[in-house]
């Protein structure tokens, strides 16, 4: 195939993001979410969170702002496949969180149209003291080249 395994453990630079309360709300809205958990600073301090939190899905946000991994792939090839978050604890408000992107795996499948291969970025994401907070997990679908006949 296209992609070779000595891909896995490439890792982008880290980064640094600061959980600010505008980026909660407006990821909130955005997203069509009106718990007051991630928009009431009043109500979350009365809740065993304490503060407000992040909505699950929100890593989407931090791992937008990083640099990324310099891979040679063909982006006309390339298909968002599955997103899963592994938490550890939620995202509060104020955190200043440290995130690096990893290749951790890459494997085959037979599709319709060839082999396929699955490219795993995980964005580890971890507090100040180094505890790990939330693992977003991607999986990108690296479709065969079209064959011209």
Known sequence: MDIDTSIIGLTGPPFTFEVEKRHICQFALAIGDY?????????????PYGAIIAPPTFPIVIGAEGEGIKLELDPKRMLHGEQEFIYTRPIRLGDTLICQMKVTDLYERKGKSGNMQFLVVDTEITDEGGNMVVISRMNIIYRPKQQIG
Not at 35 to 44: R, V
């Open 35 to 47: 718990n007051p958990l991630y928009l009431d600073e009043e109500y979350a301090a009365r809740t």
